[in-house]
């Protein structure tokens, strides 16, 4: 069982474009949502991270939208850069139990 | 990677053969886990750990045993690998405020092939 949806699985932009990468969860104990960002032959790395009261959050370039009452949310890339390329990945956790639940992940690619 | 080393990075076997992958860190962090990838899976908790001696299943548990002897280190063993178990497996960090543990820092990876 996906409690964590992930869409879409790949996605290519063009250089200033703005990438959205859309997520929807089932379990409503879910109290922290981050976004990790993934190069190759490396492992995921924090980019972003929200909490179910907050509908926005920004960090540079990159926001994420929340929509508490869907169970949705979403992570859009500003002014997209080919350095972006890489796996996104959405998430959720139940905070005092340490397990993340992944969703599948998009890989995106901005292309000059 | 946050103080985190795995070893090996890259690692080819046979079905049927037991298989020890090593994560160690630096941080003194309470919390460990092991996470499997896989391609239209994202990354899914086999088991981890909330301090020494102390482990709990996780996801996708069936086939691996973990062990926690010291703070730094978290081994994962696979009793006799197959095929399924193919993957890139990675190790994650985190630490506890008030019991809660968000953040996780993961490290760079094992690439494991059983033929």
């Known amino acids: 069982q996906q409690q964590v949806k992930q869409s879409p699985q790949s996605l290519i932009v063009q250089k200033g474009g703005i990438p959205i990468i859309n997520c929807a969860y089932e379990?409503?104990?879910?109290?922290?949502f981050p976004w990790y960002q993934q190069f190759p032959g490396k492992g995921p790395a924090l980019l972003i991270a929200?909490?179910?009261?907050?509908s926005e959050k920004k960090e540079g370039r990159f926001t994420i939208s929340f929509n508490k009452s869907a169970k949705q949310f979403s992570l859009h890339i500003m002014d997209s850069q080919p350095g972006d390329s890489a796996t996104y990945f959405c998430?959720?956790?139940?905070?005092?139990?340490?397990?993340?639940?992944f969703g599948q992940g998009t890989t995106l690619q901005v292309k000059p | 990677d946050a103080g985190i080393t795995q070893s090996p990075r890259h690692k080819v076997t046979e079905t049927g053969t037991p298989v020890t992958l090593r994560c160690h860190q630096t941080?003194?962090?309470?919390?460990m886990y092991w996470y499997r990838q896989d391609p239209g899976h994202g990354l899914r908790l086999i088991h981890y750990?909330?301090?020494?001696?102390?482990?709990d299943k996780g996801e996708v548990s069936d086939g691996y045993s973990v062990s926690r002897s010291k703070t730094e280190d978290f081994l994962l063993t696979l009793e006799s690998a197959t095929s399924s178990q193919t993957s890139v497996y990675f190790c994650?960090?985190?630490?506890?405020?008030?019991?809660?543990?968000?953040?996780?820092?993961f490290g760079p990876g094992t690439r494991l092939l059983v033929l």
């Open positions: 994650a960090i985190s630490e506890s405020n008030m019991g809660i543990q968000e953040t996780q820092y």
């Open positions: 998430a959720a956790i139940i905070s005092n139990t340490g397990k993340l639940i």
């Open positions: 750990s909330y301090g020494v001696k102390d482990t």
């Open positions: 941080e003194n962090h309470r919390y």
């Open positions: 379990n409503t104990a879910f109290d922290y």
């Open positions: 929200i909490r179910p009261d907050v």
